[in-house]
């Protein structure tokens, strides 16, 4: 039986293709200018840096993957399958790390860990020692820059590792204890294969999370390709070689989503009936019971509660006036792209989410799948991918003006914020669209025909049903966006108009210049901010027992 054709959807057909179409950009834009830069650009790039790029990217990506896959998972399993004291607070505490930029951690334990920082200070002053007479780990090193991704990453497989073992059946578990399974054996052998799929999408998110960073490995003098883009483009103004380091990690990236994306199409639940139930939660005590609630404490302490007590220390004995004319600037700057990112950006999960929820197909499908790209695409080659197409055009209709009119237009777009927010909107477009539809979920499709029956168009059906449902999900996704602008960085850095910074921005430079006291005060505004989706995530996570 042929699908009913639904009208009223033309206009919604050309806004979801529009989007798909801006967020395509990019990636197209990046591909060209790196196919058309040439081979020197390219062989100069593999006999000099590229080499040094992907190792150091392929060695950050792997402790990461490594360090988050044992604090989320391990921690995870613990709060959901034993008993200790202090499990129900912990089990909230554990969400808290990702309010951090993992570049705002990096600042905090610096001050403390740098050789002029307090720890080693106070180490010479009780031992007597010199500067070269003993050996201390070095915080500005690939292996600091992975601890700083591990500490607020994991939060993302503990959530994800949590969730598959609570919807776990007693059944599988209780057979292998009964068949001479230790309680380690039972994790190794049942659970964890069950919570597989669940577990790989956190760890490749947060893998996606770490090759996308720049400041944390900016700061920490980590030559990755991140790094190796900004200062193609600004330090060496050498614009094919950006766009080749960016097509590599376009192409790196990429493959992680396709992978990511495998795992999740793979995965199947199969639910053992109602009267299953979970494996009843082990009581421990002593030793075990210490050593439980230490293993789920330090996470905790390193990722949260110390950063914020080095951050505060730090921003007290700083100049920064943050009531004063130009923090106040900075804030205004800040919440400007990130109020108008955030509603645009759902806008464009509804218009996308609503296309494909009254004409499924192909098309609605194919749009949709494009608006996601986003995700696993960096912010850097977003900047890049966006600024080269932009800047070529701005050029040349000034070129045009002042060869017909004697007239000249300057940067109509690329000296912009909307060229900017257009960016932001490629980049978290899929946030916003999976909070979208996690609510449509629960609309039902009579309602839907009840609206067009009582005489509702597709719009007025959105607009006096669907919104008002979807108010709380919605809500939910603004302020995700809302977040994640106000901590991006790369793109900001690249796109921002000229005298136009935000906290984030304000935070990187003081910190580039060494004033970490000075950095602290954005960088609490930020963790602040960040603060806002992460008690509501903790209120779920107390709710979903």
């Given amino acids: 039986m042929p699908r009913r054709r639904v009208t009223g959807t033309r206009g919604l057909k050309i806004l979801s293709f ?13 591909a060209l200018a790196a196919v058309t830069g040439g081979l020197d650009s390219v062989l100069h790039l593999w006999s000099t840096v590229l080499p040094r790029y992907t ?24 709060v959901t399958m034993t008993r200790f004291p202090g499990v129900r607070v912990l089990e909230v505490l554990l969400v808290l790390p ?57 939060p993302y497989v503990y959530l994800l590792a949590r969730a598959a073992f609570l919807q776990q059946s007693s059944g599988a578990l209780l057979a292998a204890r009964t068949l001479g399974d230790s309680a380690w054996a039972a ?31 900016s700061y920490f003098g980590v030559q990755t390709f991140a790094t190796g883009l900004y ?36 995965a199947r639940f ?57 923090y106040q600037g900075f804030v205004r700057n800040s919440l400007t792209l990130a109020g108008t990112a955030a509603l645009i950006t759902v806008g464009a999960a509804i218009v996308v989410g609503f296309y494909q929820r009254l004409a499924p197909g192909r098309n609605s499908a194919g749009a949709a799948y494009v608006a996601r790209l986003g995700y696993a695409v960096p912010g850097g080659v977003i900047a890049v991918g966006l600024l080269v197409p932009f800047a070529a055009f701005d050029n040349a209709l000034d070129a045009w003006m002042r060869e017909t009119f004697d007239v000249s237009t300057g940067l109509l ?48 059906a959105l607009r006096r049903v669907h919104l008002p449902i979807l108010t709380p999900s919605l809500l939910t996704g603004l302020l995700i966006v809302f977040v994640d602008v106000m901590k991006e960085l790369p793109a900001t850095l690249i796109l921002r108009p000229f005298n136009f910074d935000t906290l984030a921005v304000q935070a990187y430079r003081l910190a580039s210049d060494e004033r970490l006291e000075g950095a602290a005060v954005p960088s609490l505004v930020i963790v602040a901010v960040g603060l806002l989706p992460v008690i509501l995530i903790c209120r779920q996570v107390g709710r979903h027992k």
């Avoid at 007479?133 to 600091?144: H, K, N």
């Avoid at 639910?271 to 996470?299: E, H, N, W, Y």
């Avoid at 839907?448 to 168009?457: C, E, I, K, P, Y």
Wanted: aromatic share 10%.
């Fill in 413 to 460: 777009i690329t000296g912009s914020i909307w060229l900017l927010v257009a960016a932001y909107m490629v980049r978290f477009l899929a946030a916003a669209l999976g909070a979208y539809e996690g609510g449509q979920a629960t609309v039902h499709v009579n309602m839907d025909a009840a609206a067009r029956s009582l005489g509702q168009t597709p719009l007025g």
């Fill in 270 to 326: 199969h639910q053992a009936g109602k009267r299953s139930m979970r494996m009843p939660a082990a009581d421990l005590t002593g030793g075990r019971a210490a050593a439980a609630a230490v293993f789920c404490a330090i996470p905790v302490l390193c990722g949260f509660i110390l950063p914020c007590v080095i951050l505060l220390s730090m921003g007290i004995g700083s100049e920064q006036d943050l009531l004063g004319r130009r």
């Fill in 18 to 30: 529009l989007i798909a179409m801006i967020c395509l950009l990019p990636i197209v834009a990046v």
């Fill in 187 to 217: 994790f190794r052998r049942v659970s964890l294969p069950m919570a597989r799929p669940a577990i790989a999408a956190g760890v490749l998110l947060t893998v996606m999370e770490t090759i996308a960073d720049f400041g944390t490995v």
């Fill in 55 to 78: 190792l150091t990217t392929l060695v950050l990506v792997t402790l990461v993957a490594a360090g988050t896959f044992s604090i989320g998972v391990g921690t995870a399993w613990l």
């Fill in 231 to 266: 200062t193609s483009w600004f330090s060496f103004a050498d614009r094919a070689g950006a766009a080749q380091l960016a097509l590599c990690l376009l192409v790196f990236a990429l493959m992680l989503a396709v992978f990511e994306r495998a795992q999740r199409g793979e």
């Fill in 98 to 154: 990702l309010a951090f930029p993992a570049y705002v951690l990096a600042y905090a334990y610096t001050f403390v860990l740098d050789h002029p920082g307090i720890v080693q200070s106070t180490l010479r002053q009780v031992t007597g020692w010199g500067p070269r007479d003993y050996w201390f780990p070095e915080v500005r090193s690939i292996g600091g820059a992975a601890v700083m991704f591990v500490l607020v990453l994991y």
